[in-house]
């Protein structure tokens, strides 16, 4: 099936560690974004690529990199993961910059210890 | 900056009664308007969507909702309510000020009493 697709579901780092979230899509969406979700807080942007090669920073980027070679994939790193990196990630594509709306993945449920 | 504010962070509702689920935008221009629904341990789906053509928008589920330019406002509403329903909702702002991207209200929770 057409969509956003994230890998792992879930993980358990240590502090410190380091680790990828995948994301892949195959519906050809120029637009991909990575959030995070915590209770009460809805969700947070970490960063956003307008197309493959161009990548920028959202509303809580520190600690994460990512980049886009391909269309279809958008990695998310967590460089030297902490506790306060406890969350779950959501991947998300849109063929629009604004008008869209965007098609999410299932998440990954990172747990910090 | 374009920002929206979701209010009411809980709604309980009965089966079968009206839902009404709030979400103020603070824009100076019409920005593009979102309702998402997240079912437990699931990813957002798209409900419904405001891009400048009709105000009344209508949705998935029998979820619909007005943009009022006059109130800053996009209520989300469904005239009767199934236990289905039952999950989080989410408002969210895009357009020219928020740049490229999407900004999310805190969400709703909605739980539907048998």
């Known amino acids: 099936n057409a969509g956003v697709t994230q890998t792992p579901k879930f993980q358990v780092l240590k502090t410190g560690q380091s680790m990828t979230l995948q994301c892949a899509q195959d519906m050809n969406h120029e637009y991909m974004s990575w959030y995070r979700q915590d209770p009460g807080m809805g969700l947070r942007l970490i960063h956003y690529?307008?197309?493959?090669?161009i990548t920028d920073q959202g509303e809580v980027p520190n600690g994460y990199n990512v980049s886009r070679s391909t269309t279809e994939d958008f990695p998310l790193r967590l460089l030297s993961a902490a506790p306060s990196q406890t969350s779950v990630y959501f991947c998300?594509?849109?063929?629009?910059?604004w008008g869209g709306g965007y098609t999410f993945g299932s998440g990954t449920r990172l747990t910090v210890v | 900056a374009q920002s929206v504010t979701q209010l009411g962070s809980h709604v309980s509702v009965s089966e079968g009664a009206l839902v009404l689920l709030r979400c103020n935008y603070s824009?100076?221009?019409?920005?593009?308007l979102f309702w998402y629904v997240q079912y437990p341990n699931q990813g957002l789906q798209l409900l419904l969507k405001?891009?400048?053509?009709?105000?009344l928008v209508k949705g998935i589920n029998g979820f619909e909702a007005e943009f009022k330019k006059s109130e800053t406002s996009f209520h989300l509403t469904k005239p009767s309510a199934h236990m289905s329903d039952a999950a989080e909702y989410f408002c969210a702002v895009s357009g020219v000020e928020t740049g490229n991207q999407f900004y999310f209200g805190t969400g709703t929770s909605l739980t539907v009493i048998p």
């Open positions: 405001y891009t400048s053509a009709a105000t």
């Open positions: 690529s307008v197309g493959a090669g």
């Open positions: 998300a594509s849109s063929y629009s910059r």
């Open positions: 824009s100076s221009v019409p920005p593009y």
